[in-house]
């Protein structure tokens, strides 16, 4: 752990300094990256299954597979953008390159993904998506996503302006998938349908995708940057996995994540549920709204709220307000008025941990520094990002996977019974055992209490060995 050690005084005129409160042109500009992001990620997850099965004719099956194999590589590259994100110098900054000039290449690679060949044949098909969406998920989207995400703690060390990022971030975020969810179908309708509805709506999302990330990874600023006594020595991989590992609250910032994407199950069963147990597949667009408003809404409030009751108290509260919320819904599953408030009731109730899950990250990156004085802001990110699409591989592969077993048909006027509780599991019941889990995980998160004494420990240099080692004892 020798080679990790760091110089004392140059991290304390460098990276440790309390950086200066953030203006809100600068908060609006990291924010709207996640509103592009999306326009790729949420696009992906939510209609990939649909347009494969019944616009390109592959089974959700093979579908479920590609996507479950692709998140298993996913899940190592994250790993090692981490790495790269810290051994990164440029006169740009640490992550702000790779957000900016990722950006481009995600949004065409969307609009491929949509844009299955028509001439090819069914194994062709699926070598085509298979490529495609290896190229997204494994290498382009991790290298964008892990950079714009570590970028909360390479902008500022104060909690409450991470928090402010989150939900920041997050309002862009909500916004990009209130449309996409809400005006998808209605512009593949409008452009024609089939192939050539997809083709437009490709075209059109993958350019809402790129310019967005673009304008965050040239504009922000790195503020906060830990650096090394010699300037050319490079983090190593296993060393940092190691204290990372070894850290307690990192794997239950990595389990927190993974629960977190695998409730959303229904925002990939969304679309099948508006369709098959309401017949009308528009009835997407107002469950997607009652999911997302609120939430968007919410964001606004908070940091104040965190900020008064503490991030873990607030949090917890959120998550049982959640839980009422998911048992109406299986109350009204099938009334659609009920359904809608019990789904705002249950957005409300996560705005909270949407909000705090940045700050959670940046703060568990904080502990690991200030306990093994190993840099890791890059690494900590790429590792709950890991968790994250991990959870997100899984929720897609699934829904695949219950439509499969349900006996789920493509383009049929009504499905079988098996088929119809697939989708309820996939949009209801699984989500709420998620949601139960994420309740343990964040009563486990106990280090708030502790941050104050640990902030001070590291502005003062006091990192590693030279750490007070009684503060987590208490």
């Known amino acids: 752990m020798e080679n990790f050690k760091l110089d004392v005084q140059a991290t304390k005129e460098t990276s440790f300094e309390r950086t200066p409160k953030l203006k809100m042109i600068e908060k609006l500009t990291f924010g709207i990256g996640d509103f592009g992001a999306n326009f790729s990620w949420t696009f992906i997850a939510s209609f990939i299954t649909i347009y494969m099965t019944d616009t390109v004719g592959i089974s959700a099956g093979i579908i479920g597979i590609i ?15 981490g790495t790269i994100i810290d051994n990164t110098n440029s006169r740009w900054g640490k992550a702000k390159p790779w957000v900016f000039m990722t950006a481009p290449v995600l949004g065409l690679l969307t609009f491929l993904l949509f844009n299955v060949p028509g001439g090819f044949g069914d194994t062709w ?16 989207y991790t290298a964008n996503n892990v950079a714009y995400s570590s970028l909360t703690s390479f902008m500022t060390t104060d909690e409450k302006e991470r928090v402010s990022l989150g939900s920041i971030r997050f309002i862009f975020a909500n916004i990009a998938v209130l449309s996409i969810s809400a005006f998808t179908t209605v512009l593949v309708t409008s452009f024609g349908g089939g192939q050539q509805g997809w083709t437009w709506t490709a075209a059109i999302f993958a350019v809402l995708c790129a310019v967005p990330l673009m304008i965050t990874g040239w504009f922000v600023n790195e503020r906060n940057v830990a650096e090394r006594k010699n300037k050319e020595q490079k983090t190593s991989f296993i060393p940092t996995l190691k204290v990372l590992f070894t850290n307690k609250y990192f794997i239950l910032a990595i389990v927190l994540y993974l629960l977190w994407y695998l409730r959303q199950t229904e925002t990939g069963a969304r679309i099948y549920y508006a369709t098959y147990i309401f017949d009308n597949p528009n009835v997407m667009g107002i469950l997607s709204t009652a999911s997302l408003l609120p939430l ?5 409030f908070a940091p104040q709220i965190v900020g008064a009751y503490g991030l873990r108290k607030s949090v917890n509260a959120g998550l049982l307000v959640s839980v009422l919320g998911t048992g109406l819904m299986i109350f009204f599953s099938e009334n659609l008025t009920g359904l809608v408030v019990a789904t705002v009731i249950n957005a409300l109730g996560l ?12 703060d568990v990156g904080d502990i690991v520094y200030w306990k093994s004085g190993v840099p890791v ?7 709950t990002s890991a968790g994250m699409k991990i959870g997100q591989g899984l929720t897609a592969a699934l829904v695949g996977f219950a439509l499969e077993f349900g006996g789920y048909v493509a383009n049929a006027a009504v499905q079988p019974v098996g088929a119809i509780y697939a989708i309820k599991t996939m949009f209801i019941y699984f989500p709420l055992v998620m949601i139960i889990l994420m309740f343990i995980t964040v009563t486990l998160l106990n280090y708030e209490k502790f941050m104050p004494r640990i902030r001070t420990d590291i502005s003062n240099g006091h990192v590693g060995s030279e750490r007070d080692k009684t503060i987590l004892n208490n």
């Open 125 to 140: 098909k699926i070598i085509y998506v298979f490529v495609v969406y290896f190229l997204i998920s494994v290498i382009f």
């Open 296 to 300: 968007i809404i919410g964001l606004f």
């Open 377 to 383: 802001q890059g690494s900590v990110f790429s590792l």
């Open 67 to 81: 996507i479950l194999v692709c998140r298993i590589f996913d899940g190592f590259s994250d790993i090692f953008m």
């Open 351 to 362: 705005v909270l941990l949407q909000a705090g899950l940045s700050a959670i990250v940046a």
